[in-house]
């Protein structure tokens, strides 16, 4: 199976600025605002006026940034590169429809509150007062929903962060090995992922990493091999190393996407999964996978055939030893303490996804 990059589509549209983001010379058929060379290019950052000041703050340590910016209804794919003539060269990698809840974190705040109090309430009677079955039953199916709910409120959430340039992951030096081993350890315990495999490489592989957002990319990417693959299908995660890069890589044997076709699945809000019904789907775990790894600095590759699987490679630099990042933490114990949140920590919130416990996928 070929992989490619999410956003490898060949398009001729780019635009030229000097370091300070003056437009030099245009080559974008269709920008969404008219632009012209002389004129600074902060009319497109409108509507995200913190990932234009993100963007030169990373270029002052790297060559080159990826970042996706709502403009007029529309999120481009963007990739800033230095070049040797103290010019910046900005490419159009793609263009798809935006959000309709772009600017609305306020309100998925206030949803926030309203659920903990729920989850609060549901937790006491779990522990305290319900005596029959019938009734324990009830509050567990109100507390799944309850679970369901938070992960669309995350999601939303963590992508109005993304595209708008205020979130700014908390990198330490991460041991991938023990990471996954936690995963995997975790995971094991739930029957609803028994199909879920992870292999380690022997050899300890450490990044500079959010332990938290790396979990949110890997869980957002499992939800979706298990929503569309047979209950007895195998699921991998394997731990590699290929040159200075770490790569995870997770395929499934499920429905693919439709012809193949990666670009829509980014499309923020679209989804597959059925539009009526508990387990309908929000769209926005593959985007926010997509923008989070960019964030992280490695980059998201997929390949997908319909009805025979998909595969998706999550690639990030290795640390050098003469790299800085403070303390390694890599046991198991410590991201077990640092991840799990109650009923609302990530690896319950994705379960939640998954539909109750012991339901046979069709």
Known sequence: MDTKDLT???????????????????HWEQPPLPLKPGQSIAPLFEEAPHQLSNLFSQLSTRNQVSLALPCRRKLLLLRCKKTDSDALRWEVESSVQADPFVGRSEETAQIRECLTAMDNCLSYLLENSLETSFEQDMASNA?????LLMKHCLNMERYHELIHGEYQPKLQRMNLRSFLNYLSQELARDSRCSQVKAFASRENIVIQGDPAALLEIILN????????????????????KQDSFAVFRISDEGNGLPGGDVTQALTPYYSRKPENGQRAGLGLGLTNAYLLCQALGGNILISSKENHGTTVLLRFPICGETDVGGEEMGSRDYYSDLLQRGHFGPIQVFLSALGPAGKTKS
Not at 143 to 147: K, V, W
């Open 143 to 147: 507390l799944n929903r309850c679970q």
């Open 8 to 26: 490898s589509t060949p398009t001729p549209s780019w635009f030229e600025t000097d370091r300070q983001g003056v437009l030099r010379s245009l």
């Open 221 to 240: 990417i499992l939800t979706n091999s298990l929503e569309f693959s047979p209950a007895d299908a195998p699921v991998s995660i394997r731990l590699e």
